[in-house]
């Protein structure tokens, strides 16, 4: 019997998915055939709504609700997946000089758009997170001379993974995925021409890669 599922997702005022944590589940969800539903959250919903599904929880996405059982955080749910649907496995994969965390950084600057993306509602409190996190208005950093800046150094590492990608974008690896979700993540928020640039390597991989793992 197939099971129930059910996943909340953050969506910015256009409906867009722009967490990387959900990109990374439906990724494994998608590669493994794994049907599902999505439930759409602003970051005011994740608030208010969470604590009711999963009292003890983070007011956090990805939650799985499979069947009647919640699973939070996305290391978590691809570890339950992995064991519970082992027909298509999806193998760790460590890509050697690849840092997630590097590239995560690289991003921020360009994450600072999603001010102008969230719902009216959120506006208030994604600022909050951005003068916590940068210790500046989300003004300053959208300066044109600080964002180019961000924008340049996003996309000279962005080259350094495309040298990577040469020699294992063929796998479908939680590594790889990951690192598709960081891509994910910046142009769901600052838009393709920014993340991208003229590097149609990647964008080709990441199309390609989005196909190969069943992610719109
Ligand atoms: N370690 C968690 C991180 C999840 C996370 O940070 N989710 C963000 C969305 S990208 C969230 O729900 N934030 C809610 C908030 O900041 O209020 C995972 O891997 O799932």
């Known amino acids: 019997m197939s099971a129930k599922r059910d996943l909340y997702e953050l969506v910015d005022k256009r409906g867009n998915s722009i967490s990387p944590f959900v990109f990374r589940v439906k990724a494994v969800l998608g590669y493994k055939d794994l049907e599902y539903k999505t439930i759409q959250l602003t970051f005011q919903d994740i608030q208010t709504q969470i604590p ?128 598709a979700s960081i891509v994910h993540w910046v142009s769901s928020i600052a838009g393709e021409e920014n993340t991208f640039g003229d590097n149609e390597f990647l964008k080709n991989w990441f199309t390609e890669f989005k196909k190969k793992v069943n992610v719109k």
């Not at 995560?104 to 001010?115: D, K, R, T, W």
């Open 52 to 179: 009711s599904i999963l009292p003890l929880g983070k007011k956090e996405v990805p939650i799985l609700v499979e069947d009647t059982i919640p699973i939070q955080d996305s290391a978590a749910i691809y570890k339950h997946l992995e064991l519970n649907y082992p027909n298509k496995p999806i193998p760790e994969g460590p890509i050697k000089n690849f840092n997630e965390g590097e590239l995560f950084m690289a991003g921020i600057p360009l994450s600072v758009n999603i001010v102008n993306v969230v719902a009216d509602q959120d506006v208030d409190y994604v600022e909050s997170k951005i003068n916590n996190l940068t210790k500046r208005s989300s003004k300053d950093c959208l300066e044109p001379a600080i964002y180019n800046e961000g924008v340049r150094r996003w996309r000279e590492k962005c080259k350094e993974i495309s040298e990577l990608l040469k020699d294992h974008g063929d796998e479908v690896t939680y590594t790889l995925i990951t690192l």
